[in-house]
């Protein structure tokens, strides 16, 4: 019998280093709503069952109050700690390092929390109704080893105000799934063109590429490969304070070991987001247009 349960995995553990605050909770709407509140109400009015938040210790007080008001009655939800020390294998729990492990850990961190199909986003970005329709959509009739990543148009998720990372879709095969995703991290437009810095040069990047924002979809299977991949990267990163397991990872395993299919989902019609303090009044301008079409009401839980 198909599980119609839904959950959403909103990852707000964040440090917000280049943001200069907790960007996850800044208000950006017509009443101080957050990004994250637009997710949430996305989420609810696709039919989504079960929010779970990932945070620091720190600011689990602050998001619980900003939250559990708004959502009572309306959706099951709960929250989940990502620190340093979490599913960590033996012996290494008590590492030094720069900041969390990563969006693949944050994932891992809810594993008691998740036994159907879920969605995940980042709780700073702005995703749109059609990302959050998409994977629900995708949900009612995938097998249990096909995921999903929502598509974003490369020249479309871009900063004007510095580098950004990004997981590129290099390769897909003609049934739009994936086959290999590449984690990018600093790419920036330079006389017009999208340009990826690494140490060994630089290289142009096409504009219609199709990228990860981290909105994805996987089924509930997936998360003893996480914890599989998670302790292999622990293990070859101990000394390297400042690396991340992605998401990007996750998916290029499942695909290299044929341990299931990524298909590439068409809903990523809109996206903004927050990197740094100069993409505030951008984001809170073209929320403001949205409210004013009437896709959101201006009093987002009335």
């Not at 099951?76 to 979490?86: E, G, R, V």
């Not at 969605?119 to 629900?136: E, P």
Request: aromatic residues 10%; hydrophobic residues 40%; glycine residues 8%.
């Amino acid at each position: 019998m198909k599980n119609n349960n839904l959950a959403l995995l909103v990852m707000a553990a964040g440090m917000g280093s280049r943001y200069g605050g907790i960007k996850q909770i800044d208000g950006f709407g017509p009443n101080k709503e957050t990004i994250m509140d637009y997710s949430l109400y996305d989420a609810i009015r696709c039919g989504y069952t079960k929010i779970v938040f990932v945070v620091r210790q720190e600011i689990l007080s602050a998001v619980q109050d900003m939250f559990l008001p708004k959502l009572e009655g309306k959706i099951s939800t709960h929250f989940a700690i990502q620190s340093l020390d979490k599913y960590v294998p033996k012996g290494f729990e008590k590492l030094h390092r720069n900041k969390p492990w990563g969006t693949t850990h944050a994932m891992l961190c809810c594993k008691e929390m998740i036994n159907e199909p879920f969605a995940v986003i980042n709780a700073d970005d702005f995703y749109g109704r059609d990302a959050f329709a998409s994977i629900a959509d995708f949900f009612k009739n995938s097998p249990s080893d096909q995921h999903a990543m929502v598509g974003y148009v490369l020249k479309n998720v871009l900063s004007e105000h510095g580098s950004v990372s990004r997981g590129v879709a290099e390769e897909v095969d003609e049934h739009g799934f994936l086959k290999t995703l590449s984690e990018i991290k600093t790419i920036v437009v330079e006389n017009g063109d999208i340009i990826s810095k690494t140490e060994g040069g630089s290289r142009r990047l096409r504009p219609d590429l199709s990228v990860s924002m981290n909105c994805w979809g996987f089924q509930p299977g997936i998360f003893p490969l996480i914890q599989e991949m998670f302790n292999n990267f622990v293990l070859d990163n101990a000394n390297k304070p400042t690396e991340e397991f992605y998401i990007a990872q996750l998916a290029n395993e499942i695909v290299r070991r044929n341990m299931g299919k990524v298909k590439i989902l068409s809903g990523g019609t809109t996206w903004f987001g927050v990197t740094y303090k100069e993409d505030k009044d951008e984001v809170s301008k073209k929320i403001m247009n949205l409210v004013k079409k009437g896709d959101y009401p201006s009093n987002l839980w009335g």
